[in-house]
């Protein structure tokens, strides 16, 4: 199942960091979960806003590995995509 999670990203930040710390977290390392892949990340420096793309079993996956990659996302909601 796909996740777009949506978080505050102050204009100056670096997506490329932000992108190294999600990718960072092992596959089930969040408390022996299931395996949550970050796939695509949007930023929109003129809002402050980033959008993230995973791959997950649930929303609270993707919020558990948003918390291991010092993340906090202020909304993860079900998605589709054409990839």
């Given at each position: 199942m796909l996740y777009l999670a949506e978080f505050y990203l102050a204009a100056?930040?670096?997506?490329?960091e932000v992108v190294a710390r999600a990718r960072?977290?092992?596959?089930?390392?969040v408390a022996g979960g299931p395996e949550?892949?970050?796939i695509q990340a949007i930023f929109v420096p003129s809002d402050e806003t980033c959008f993230a793309l995973y791959s997950a079993q649930s929303a609270a996956a993707v919020?558990?590995?948003g918390r291991a990659a010092g993340l906090e996302f202020d909304?993860?909601?079900?998605?589709?995509?054409?990839?």
């Open positions: 100056g930040a670096s997506l490329a960072a977290v092992p596959p089930g390392a949550v892949r970050l919020c558990a590995a909304r993860v909601t079900r998605a589709t995509a054409t990839l």
